[in-house]
Nanobody, 123 residues
């Protein structure tokens, strides 16, 4: 079955960087999208960024544009989220997810989810 495993979360000071990884396995799809989402207690899960693995098209939510970069390694079925200039408001549990077809930041379109990794930005 489809499995998504996130790694790379942790505690970082404001202005610092982290790189999250999402390793995907258990499926054979020619055209799919991996997205990163985040959630804090009491709030809805928010789409952060996504990448289509067929053409590499990427999308970012406005609050991370210019600070986060999503990339993929198709040979490893792994997607990365490089997070720079981190702010306290980036603190959340970060999830990766998979959907068939084209890119979207709507969580309702994603079929499979990882278990999440905590990112805490604090001095």
């Amino acid at each position: 079955q489809v499995q998504l495993v996130e790694s790379g979360g942790g505690l970082v000071q404001p202005g610092g960087s982290l790189r999250l990884s999402c390793a995907a396995s258990g499926f054979t799809l020619d055209y799919y999208t991996i997205g990163w989402f985040r959630q804090v207690p009491g709030k809805e899960r928010e789409g952060v960024s996504c990448i289509s693995t067929s053409d590499g098209r990427t999308f970012y939510t406005d609050s991370v544009q210019g600070r986060f970069t999503i990339s993929r390694d198709n040979t490893k079925n792994t997607v990365y989220l490089q997070m720079n200039s981190l702010k306290p408001e980036d603190t959340a549990v970060y999830y990766c997810a998979l959907k068939r077809g084209w890119s979207s930041l709507s969580r309702w379109e994603y079929d499979y989810w990882g278990q999440g990794t905590q990112v805490t930005v604090s001095s």
